[in-house]
T-cell receptor, first 114, second 114 residues
Framework: GENVEQHPSTLSVQEGDSAVIKCTYS??????FPWYKQELGKRPQLIID?????GEKKDQRIAVTLNKTAKHFSLHITETQPEDSAVYFC?????????????FGSGTQLTVLP | KAGVTQTPRYLIKTRGQQVTLSCSPI?????VSWYQQTPGQGLQFLFE???????NKGNFPGRFSGRQFSNSRSEMNVSTLELGDSALYLC?????????????FGSGTQLSVL
């Protein structure tokens, strides 16, 4: 099955700096790559996603890049703010017949220091 | 529009017991997925239901089972509980469970096995 590795497991940045989280996946058939943010004690929420036919996607301060050849994708957060502090999960999915097979990375604890 | 509702919020059980967790998806959503979240392990996929049928199953022992009702509500059962089953159990719903759909998570049920 699919395997997703996520690095780093913890990341501390100064407010205003950029943060980058990287994930690699094993199944070349994977075609959808969402990122979820989970604040302390709260439910995971989708923040951005990308499909395999696109190399980059941006949404304000957040961007995701995808390298299909190398089978890795990254989350970029610019001008970080304290409210960006949370655990971020990457995921990869490939179609499994009519169903979705979604595999998550182990998460990155991002801390934005004021 | 009400979000995904999971009950109970907390559960304390002892080894050998069994437990049933409940998930009510967003109205109109027909796909319900279950995930186990433990520190450092990310979200591990348990199973996915669509229209009362299990479409996909993760790599968990047969002690973990589930079902979905005609109103799309889902239950998850764990029999013969083990200490290692202590975790946050999250369910997520989506409209049809297609591979590119956004997942909407519930707040989870925190299970502690003593």
């Amino acid at each position: 099955g699919e395997n997703v590795e996520q690095h780093p497991s913890t990341l501390s940045v100064q407010e205003g700096d950029s943060a980058v989280i990287k994930c690699t996946y094993s199944d070349s058939a994977s075609n959808y790559f969402p990122w979820y943010k989970q604040e302390l004690g709260k439910r995971p929420q989708l923040i951005i996603d990308i499909r395999s036919n696109v190399g980059e996607k941006k949404d304000q301060r957040i961007a995701v890049t995808l390298n299909k050849t190398a089978k890795h994708f990254s989350l970029h957060i610019t001008e970080t703010q304290p409210e960006d502090s949370a655990v971020y999960f990457c995921a990869a999915t490939f179609p499994s017949g009519s169903a979705r097979q979604l595999t998550f990375g182990s998460g990155t604890q991002l801390t934005v220091l004021p | 529009k009400a979000g995904v509702t999971q009950t109970p919020r907390y559960l304390i059980k002892t080894r050998g017991q069994q437990v049933t967790l409940s998930c009510s998806p967003i109205s109109g959503h027909r796909s319900v997925s279950w995930y186990q979240q433990t520190p450092g392990q990310g979200l591990q996929f348990l199973f996915e239901y669509f229209s009362e049928t299990q479409r996909n199953k993760g790599n968990f022992p047969g002690r973990f089972s589930g079902r979905q009702f005609s109103n799309s509500r889902s239950e998850m059962n764990v029999s013969t509980l083990e200490l290692g089953d202590s975790a946050l159990y999250l369910c997520a719903s989506s409209l049809a469970g297609t591979w590119y759909e956004k997942l909407f998570f519930g707040s989870g049920t925190q299970l502690s096995v003593l």
